[in-house]
């Protein structure tokens, strides 16, 4: 089992940059893939960019990709989300999110998650 904790979140102009922890705690990180979900007022939580197990294979969400970069520091149990050109549409809850497996592949599938952190607000301003 892991429990997840983001930080970072903030308010920010347009073009600006942020970047989000996710802090887990549990001995068995690095057997964890993880995910970057997101959701904004009234809409579904969506995708945002995900990392496997020891960092070799990530992927990202189209409306991000180019901007936004995520990486993992297991040693530290923390993933990153370094987040640059941000834009108002990039305004949501930002959840980081776990589920158990050490293979290449990544699922962009929220429900593949089982461990969710409690979200971290990010605001871009016009």
């Known amino acids: 089992q892991v429990q997840l904790v983001e930080s970072g979140g903030g308010f920010v102009q347009a073009g600006g940059s942020l970047r989000l922890s996710c802090a887990a705690s549990?001995?068995?990180?690095?057997?964890?893939?993880i995910g970057w979900f997101r959701q904004a007022l009234g809409k579904e939580r969506e995708f945002v960019a995900a990392?496997?197990?020891?960092?070799?294979?990530?992927y990202y969400a189209d409306s991000v990709k180019g901007r936004f970069t995520i990486s993992r520091d297991n040693a530290k149990s923390t993933v990153y989300l370094q987040m640059n050109s941000l834009k108002p549409e990039d305004t949501a809850v930002y959840y980081c999110?776990?589920?158990?497996?050490?293979?290449?592949?990544?699922?962009?599938?929220?429900?593949?998650?089982?461990?969710w952190g409690q979200g971290t607000q990010v605001t871009v301003s016009s």
């Open positions: 549990g001995r068995t990180f690095s057997s964890y893939t």
């Open positions: 990392i496997n197990w020891n960092g070799g294979t990530t």
């Open positions: 999110a776990a589920y158990l497996f050490t293979g290449q592949l990544i699922s962009t599938n929220k429900r593949k998650y089982d461990y």
